[in-house]
């Protein structure tokens, strides 16, 4: 029977090719698409599931408290990790990681020279008790546990050495320190939080051997016995704050509590908390999980439309076969079967192009699609389910309609097919809402992403550019500085903590002096030069001088210290800008802190949130970059004179500069790539929309074909033609706008809740992605249109 079933589908998809073709390729760009997010939904939801006891190993967290404020942070004390394996039973092992490249690069030396490393950390003696990936050479037990020894990534120790093997035991110098490569791992997976070239013993670095509870700079991970209840253990930690921090912070005004966050939450966790790798914001991932499937949705609609609208023409088999005696039950296998059919060419054809398309999807998407997972007995497995699920859906509906039909009627071809129209116009209505309204989400995240772009950001940050320097070049850096200048390649140069784009240190303005107000500050750690450099608006006061005494010259909490804010630090603590200029306030470290200047607000972190309190240091030794503003004109030019000086006065490191604008664009790739998915896959939504209505339209202007030759020798034109043909298409088109709008109105609102600077509501996005999508249409319509309008009158009112 299901052989017959077979050779009977497979004539009838032959027979039919115009809506064979144009099913089968709707149905294959959908399952693309699908199977596409579904590589990338599970890739991200993946995150740290490779360790073999993943569900327990947590990742301590920080939170600092004062007046009624609280800020938490991904990073705790070096001394938390050793005591909590001495003194929580719960505890079976733990370690603690320091990213150096949060603070400054490094450079290796492997006997051909200095190379500039971003990926390098300090790791403890038990991080590969935690985190068991697969050493290549070396004992994961002593590989990190002795001061000066380091473990390469495979890669690293490739492009170093030759290969893994050779690299064990050989010495590399990172930052002129003579370190013995102890052990080569395997390249850590994409999929991993983790993510390094390099890892130095712990031991190497101050706090290895003298640990300490402050300053909290490391990621602390504990592996909990098995069996043990995090929420004791959790509870616990208290304790420990209570026996080792509480007095200290108290005397400060702090509060402090650790928390724990499972390894596998961290990658779609909190992203203000930071971590090792960006993470990714698990609302896209729901997002792009229901897109898939309205895409799938929309394949299968093509299907279901298209067959019902066909059933007519198929009234006479179906009659024969009832009158030949064949049962419901038997019709209903044979359609479904056809799209079973179907649907299994469109799913082969499908990997195939999700094999060609795969690389570019990757580099676009930044996520690597695993296709090895698709061939697992799994995925071989979900894939067949999936055929079976989709064939039967896409070939339920028509096969009811057409299996339901009575013999007598069907051979006399008197049977109506009025709910099958309902059917198909409701889902022509479901395409084209579909289709408009990701077109619209497109356009939405678009609009933010050129406002975030264009926004002023209360700085100048085009031709700025951002060198990295090591700590131990502080002492000749005003040099450098100096012979840029001289050398015309630069306007303005400034050291900085880091670029304007980011500022992350966190300060308290405690009650003294002038002000009474207990907040907490963002500090800013500068030169004198910043103001100028950057181009700051000074609204009062003046800038730092030759004369004003740094922070590293401070002798004692008493001295007066000249300190620039903001105005939202002004209004904080109630004053204008011009009342806020020399009135005394307490910064911690400092009780007598002046305010000589008050800048203009500017942005100084994502457009995520809004300016807050800041407070601008002169504090050059606590700074890691070189701010450099080029002049007008070329800047490759001027970066070829930056870096000529650079190569003469540090020739042992690589002059790597960083345009800050591009960096700042690098701080939206989150969202950028939300918009590239976004309008990839509505531009795919309206050419399957396209193509079911084209389909469509050549069902309905092939059935009046003897009404459009009437027409044509009547004397209508084309035109004429074209109105008559979508003007029923043209009304459902209209209602899928009203259903668009409504659902871009609520993406728009729920999107841009999470940036506290948005665009402002436009009209746009509404009217060029609903206007091009009836222009596609139109144009459609307009096509098919045209090609029976063409057709000879004669001929065809003779055969008819």
Known sequence: MWKNYLKVSIRNLQKRKLYTGINLLGLTIAIVSFLAICLYINHEWSYDKMYADYNRIYRLNQEFRSEGEAQLVSSTPSSLIPTLIDEVPEVETGTLIFDLSIFSTVMVDAGQGNQEEKKFAYADENFFNVFDFNLLSGDPKKALSEPNQIVLTQTTAERYFGNAASATGKSIKIDSKEYEVTGVVEDFPSNSHIDFD??????????????????????TYVKLKSGSDPQIFEGKLEQIVDKYLGKDLAEY???????IQPVTQIHLGDQTLGSIKPGADIRYIYIFGIVALLLIAIGIINYVNLATAEATERNKEVGLRKAMGAGRGQLFGQFVSESMLLTLASTLLSILVLYLVSVKFSSLSGVPLDLSLVFSPLGITLLIAFIVLIGV????YPSLILSSME???ALANKTKMGGGAWVRKSLVVFQFFVSMGLLISTFVVKSQLDYMKEVNLGYDKEHLVSLSYHYNMRNGIESIKNEMLRSGGASAIARAADMPIHIKAGYRVFPGGDNQREFMITGYSVDKDIIQTIDLELLAGSSFSETDINRQDLEDANQRFPVIINESSAKEMGWTAEEAVGKIINIGFNQNSEIKGVVKDFYFNSLHHQVGPLVIFNDPDQSNVLLVKLPAGDPAAHLASLENVWKEMVPERPFNPVFVDQAYNQMYSSEQKAGWIFGLFSGIAIFIACMGLFGLVSYVA???TREISIRKVLGATQGNVVSVLAADFLKLLGFSAVMAIGFGIWFSN???QDFANQTKPSVWPYLIAIGLVFILAIATIAYRSWKVYSLNPAKTLKSD
């Open 198 to 219: 390099f890892l130095g013993s712990f031991k190497t670095h101050r706090h290895g051997t003298s640990p300490e509870w402050s300053p909290s700079n490391y990621y």
């Open 253 to 259: 005004g702090y509060e402090t509590a650790f928390f």
């Open 393 to 396: 859906l896409a070939g339920l």
């Open 407 to 409: 013999p007598i009627k």
């Open 702 to 704: 092939l059935r009046r």
């Open 750 to 752: 729920n999107w841009l």
